[in-house]
């Protein structure tokens, strides 16, 4: 066999579970958010070079999660949700607190987050459980399904973070709608969440959701964000400002502008083509998602690749619709585009989930 035959079969080796529209998605909105990410961290380039190596890791870890086949997945549904929740336990013992909040585990050198693997850990661990009771599945799996949801998500909201809280409930309840829950027991749980989510929130909390509804109301403090992000967009107008030019970001006015409020960031930078452009990718994550989800070979991998798929979108809605004073300010980072490694590193598991799917049902049918 010459170089060139053993190069090319090395390649499809390496290659032979990534789905290659998958892949070309996520790297061009890698590519856009490493691009807006320059911008947004300058003239601190530390920060940007940081994001690249959590890049590079998320890509290898991508790339051994695409390549164990979904029943092994299934597998370790259990044990990942009780690592997860132990985590949890030791954040609220030995946390690191950071702006108020305790939220990071410290080890060595090496700080990370784990609300973050609860965001996977939780649909993985539901879809588990709903495979394992399909033929006989009734109501009183739906509650316990609940329970299991509600643990880890009271868990994170006592850092507090209700923002990353709320996206583990809607990351489960993805499970249960996909799985067919009733909507009479659907619209309970919203009607009984709702006013108990209010209840429940710190005082900090409830003035972002009425900030959210009177910006102007307290333009300095509450509504900063909220005023300061939309100006930003707004004046980005068709086309933008160009690469680099942007006046809210790098004269300091757009606060947390290479995190939770990049979007605004590119906005300004890009204008309204510049965000369609990103609206049209997202678009296609999410349809080749769905695509893999209606695709899959059985009901745990289906409701899985669904869950992800809705979760995927939920992500860029909520962190679009806060930047542009659509929703309230909940601190939800723009997926493949804010700065941060935990979070990216669970993106991209839930991306080589994903091609685990679609490649190995590829083999099995084959």
Known sequence: MSARDKFFAVWLRFTRHIDGPLMAIVLLLFAVGAVVLFSAVAPDTERFMQQMKNVGVAFAIMWVVANIPPH???????????????????????????????????????????????KLAVPLLIA???????????????????????????????????????????????????????????????????????????DYQKQRVLAFLDPGADPLRSGYHTLQASIAIGSGGLTGKGWMHGTQAHLDFLPERHTDFIFAVYGEEFGLIGNIVLLVLYIALLLRALMIASNASSLFDRLLAGAIALMLFTYTVVNMGMVSGILPVVGVPLPFISYGGTALVSLFICVGILMSIQTHRKLVSS
Do not use: C
């Open 128 to 202: 588990w459980y709903f495979q394992k009771f399909e033929a006989r599945l009734n109501f009183g799996n739906f509650v316990i399904a609940m329970l299991l949801i509600a643990l880890p998500a009271w868990l994170i909201k006592r850092q507090p973070d209700l923002g990353t809280a709320l996206l583990v409930v809607a990351s489960g309840f993805f499970v249960l709608y996909l799985a067919r829950l009733p909507w009479k027991a659907i619209l309970l749980m919203i009607v009984t969440a709702v006013p108990l989510i209010w209840l429940l929130a710190h």
């Open 72 to 118: 092994r997945l299934a597998q370790i549904a259990l044990p990942l949700y009780l690592v997860g929740v132990l985590l949890l336990i030791a954040v609220a013992l030995f946390g690191v607190t950071v702006n108020g909040s305790q939220r990071w585990l410290a080890i060595g050198g090496f700080r990370f987050q784990p609300s973050e693997l609860l």
